[in-house]
């Protein structure tokens, strides 16, 4: 794993992907090393190939694994090493004539037939066996393989997978409910409560017995507690799933890497989204390897996905990896399909900014979706490197470019880490829950909390600042005390212990910036008497006087010369949703703004060694759908506010800088942002030295001066990139 950065092309015999059988002929054969020693010519040095239960047994004991060896032996062949992608979504028929009752079922009590996907429920013990049994037997062919190199045991993680029941009644949208997965979600309340007299408090309930439970299938009035609890199962499962995943295959093959990816970061999806959907830092921690899928122009609503939607995606991941390397399990390669429905064209200027913006951001391997378009179904015609006819595209051309620069530079890339960052934002996963609870729609729930993150995110990137995202539990793991300044948008459910956690970071000199009733709630759904909750009003220094709604309230910022010592007067700022109106109860706290009847609408409080700011209104969120100027400035102001800096100056352009940092050298990433040339400075704050300046696309040294700090002048095409190895000398 260390000594490798793969950058793969995801690839199928005679044109196929999962789930679909792939014809064995001689026509195909020549197709498919035509196919490889394309992608071997073109730059790439490996191949995820797609590996699916229905084609290596389509009947129970038979078994199809002939078709491995030839796409294997293709890759010794062109020096490539393989990725396998295992699918069990893409399980064979005969499952179900074995085990009617191993199909999934929505809480409506609909069953679920398996149309090529989602597959069968795998909480049915038997079926578990059996799909043991077909990761164990890939395994056992392909673990001595000289090209083999490592698997993604699960692509993109739900409990149900790869089946749209939009269309259908919505009482069908959550899944599993088949009597499996009740047995197993009663053994996890027992564990979790102890006795049914105590799960009857929580639940406002009168079972018997732990036979009578059953999860929750829809909202209720009375109490949120059973709909948590649903949700928190649901993200322990998936984790525990990936483990057994995992585990099966290292019991075969305990050498060779164990990665998976998430469809999208799960900072923008909560846990009922898409029929079961994880969270990332717990996935992370059952895997060699976490990752993500990466679509900046796929296709609907918020497409494509600029700087900072992608570096959230990014930034995100890597976080959730906790120190792990992680890679793009997915990186988009053609333009996006959905039905009928497209995405903009994707170009190589477009290849090129994904990938560097990831490698930037420390990955450490990229696989692109995919080498030809989808052939049929849902995504007919979409997201391939080539054309279906086999041509090559500029795309494809631009995808192998950088997989050459990473084979020449290999050890650069691999021998890198992202600096540690000193600006946290938190991912309150606690609070998506809450939200599903509240009756809000998965869509309402990422406008609120994805875009108060990303608004958050973008104001920062706009000043070219490093940022974490820290999981709402490392308060309580103490994970937090490297941060200078931790940005909490819309925490509205924690756990007391995380709120005791969030209270130390700010008594032990951190700052803080919260927004609109941190605490509301615990994880019982529990509300708390006073606002800010949890005792957070001792923290911020106020409480709250009342809440209401409003769609875009104005907050009036005073001179606070300790934030913004620029601010002369008076400025206004956007809020979005709420007004929340403010009341010191401590002398240590400030009043720092106010709505537009005078009601105090932003409170500024000293806390021990440390600060904290409350905000009664979602300006973050605001600035994300409206882009203020005066929004972004306020924004701003709180990283000078902690003594943040960037670690790379930039003047010129819509341009962005990234490090990495080496032994006795650093890489500088650059991008231009914009749809115009730009000639563009970056500034690095080092010693001054010597210096040597290599330009990795070039192989050239480039010149710079020093004037408080290194500066390089480098002129960008639209969309450009560069980077830079800067050692001293």
Known sequence: MADFFPISVWYGE?????????????????????????????????????????????????????????????????????????????????????YPDSRFQAQSGAVIDSQASPGFCCDHPDVRKKAELFMQKVAERVKNHPAFYGWDVWSEPHVASWVWLDWLPRSIGWVCYCRHSLERFRRWLEKRYGDISSLNRAWYRAYGDWNEVIPPKYVIISTWRDLVDWQLFTIEK????LKWRAQTVKKVDPSHVISSHSAISSVFVPPLNWYGTSDDWEMAKQVDVW??????????????????????????????????????????????????RFGEPVTPQDIQMWAWSAIARGTKGL???????????????????????????????????????????????????????????????????????????????????????????????????????????????????????????????MTSEIAEGVKEFVRQGGK?????????????????????????HEVFGCREKWMRRREKPKLIVKSVGEVMPSLSGKMEVSGLVYEEALEPSKDSAKIMAHFEDGSPAMIINSYGKGKAVLIGSL?????????????????KAFRKWAGVEPLVEIYGGKAEGRI?????????????????????????????????????????????????GLKIERELEPQGVCVLKIEQV
């Open 512 to 536: 803080l910036v919260a927004e609109v009733r941190p605490g509301w709630s615990d994880e019982r759904g529990q509300c708390s008497e006073v606002m800010p909750g949890l005792g957070l």
């Open 367 to 493: 696989n692109f979706y995919a080498w030809y378009p989808m052939s049929c179904g849902y995504e007919g015609s979409g997201f391939g490197l080539i054309n279906l006819d086999g041509s090559i595209t500029e795309r494809a051309r631009a995808a192998g470019k950088v997989g050459e620069i990473v084979d020449q530079n290999m050890d650069l890339f691999l021998n890198t880490k992202t600096p540690q960052a000193e600006v946290g934002i938190v991912y309150d996963i606690y609070s998506y829950i809450m939200l599903a609870c509240s009756r809000e729609r998965a869509s309402e729930i990422v406008n609120i909390v994805s875009s108060a993150l990303t608004g958050t995110y973008r104001a920062l990137l706009e000043e070219n600042i490093p940022v974490d995202f820290i999981h709402i539990n490392d308060f309580v793991r103490g994970n937090v005390k490297n941060y200078k300044l931790i940005f909490m948008p819309f925490s509205i459910m």
């Open 14 to 98: 005679d044109k196929a992907r999962a789930p679909m059988l792939a014809p064995s002929t001689e026509e195909s054969y020549k197709i498919a090393r035509k196919d490889v020693e394309n992608i071997k010519k073109l730059g790439f040095n490996t191949i995820r190939y797609w590996v699916d239960w229905t084609t290596v047994e389509p009947k129970p004991g038979v078994w199809n694994l002939d078709f491995i060896d030839r796409l294997m032996d293709l890759a010794e062949e062109n020096g490539l090493k393989v990725i396998i992608q295992l699918y069990l979504d893409s399980a064979p028929n005969w499952i179900a004539s074995l």
């Open 238 to 241: 998936l984790a525990e799933d």
């Open 291 to 340: 990752g993500t899928s990466l679509y900046s122009k796929h296709t609907g609503k918020g497409m494509p996905l600029d700087s900072a939607w992608r570096g959230v995606a990014l930034d995100a991941t890597r976080s959730s990896s906790q120190g792990k390397d992680y890679w793009i399990g997915e990186l988009q390669g053609g333009d996006g399909v959905e039905g009928i």
């Open 619 to 635: 300006v973050s969120e605001a600035y994300e759908l409206d882009r203020s100027e005066e929004n972004g400035k306020f924004l």
């Open 660 to 708: 990495l940092e080496g032994a006795g050298y650093k890489l500088l990433f650059g991008f231009n942002h914009g749809s115009g040339k730009a000639n563009i400075v970056f500034r690095l704050r080092v010693p001054k030295r010597k210096y040597r300046v290599l330009d990795l696309f070039r192989q050239s040294e480039e010149n710079w001066s020093y004037e408080d």
